[in-house]
């Protein structure tokens, strides 16, 4: 396990007045890369091969590291190199499903923005939990084991698959012959069935809530809303009930894009408080506790309850709609923050402060 007291050492080393915030060319790099540059860091993407015309036609990194495939990242060349060019890493989405938990714990010894170790928190489903249940964060019921499906449930299948394959079932006897038909159309595989996940379905709206907590200033902040675009689920609702019994379509939960949602007002009190829950118990289960961005992935149902069926330790693609400033950080900073600005400031602000080593891991 890399210890921060390891990364604060090489840090140490850096030209503090040549910092380079670097992330992978994937996900929400385009406001990290934007937001480093707006606060006077040099940027770098590392890119699959292929990718790297995206950074380079919107002109957001002074530097590309191109790749095959994202594991080269654990070479010892690129590792010098990013350490060669004083490099922060800013980890995302990509980062994590990538190059992978394990990784990025044991085998990437560049300095990282945030908690090195919560990343592991919102990779096991088993983890999670327990996180956002010592929270007091309501969720939806869960289980393995398909015989005690009582109630309108979700059947999820792990890691990369994101929402393909998905469905939805009543009961047991549904589950069988749901299962057994996607099995045959090999749009699921045996080993899927044996990692099943099985939740209580929550009827109402998402709302994705982007928070953002200051070690700098000990407060979470709200930094936006999202829901996403999933398809197919949301493409079925245009098509009326009557031609969608004509034909199979795959109810599937791809994640295709994010749009943004304001919530009522009198729900920002709970969003806040859940928030500030979720920090407190970070700092208890694994030290120094969320750091920077994080966003809670729930349902809102009619009674105005939040069921939160994920989170993310990290900045999310869910903050990408506001690239020029959300709603909320419209409240809190006037125009122009981002995601991606409100880290590179807070590592600004930590560096004006000498308090670098909060931050970094
Ligand atoms: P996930 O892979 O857990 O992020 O889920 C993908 C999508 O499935 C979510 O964005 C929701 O639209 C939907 N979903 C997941 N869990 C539930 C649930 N328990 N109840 C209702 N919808 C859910």
Known sequence: ???????????????????????????SALQILKGG?????????????????????????DHIIVVKDYLELLRDEIINELRKRN???????????????????????VPLF????????????NLERQWLSKANIKMP?????????????IVKFPGAKGGRGYFLVQNYGEFLRKSREMLKKKRITKEDLDNVTIQEYVMGANMYLSYFYSPLNDTVELFG???????????????????????????SYVVVGNAPVVARESLLAKIFRMGDDIVAVSKEIAPPGM?????????????????AFEISARIVAGTNPFMNGSPYSYVQYGCNMSMGKRIALELRNALKEKKEHLLIT
């Open 87 to 109: 490099s922060i890493i800013v980890p995302h989405g990509s980062l994590i499903a990538y190059v992978g938990v394990d990784a990025i714990e044991n085998r990437l010894p």
């Open 37 to 61: 540059r707006e606060l006077g860091f040099n940027t770098l993407a590392i890119c699959k091969k292929g990718r790297e015309v995206i950074y380079e036609r919107f002109g957001v990194a």
């Open 1 to 27: 396990m890399i210890e921060p007291s390891e990364m604060h050492e090489i840090f140490e080393e850096y030209d503090k007045d040549n910092l380079t915030i670097a992330t992978i060319g994937s996900h």
């Open 141 to 153: 019921k869960e289980t393995k084991d398909p015989r005690e499906i009582s109630c309108l449930s």
């Open 225 to 251: 809303i999202d829901r996403r675009w999933e398809a197919n689920i949301d493409g079925l609702t245009r098509i009326p009930a009557i031609d969608q019994s004509n034909v199979y379509i795959e109810p």
């Open 291 to 307: 750091l920077g961005p994080f966003c809670l992935e729930t349902m809102v149902t009619h009674h105005l309850e939040f069921f």
């Open 114 to 125: 945030g908690n090195r170790k919560i990343l592991r928190w919102e990779s096991d489903r």
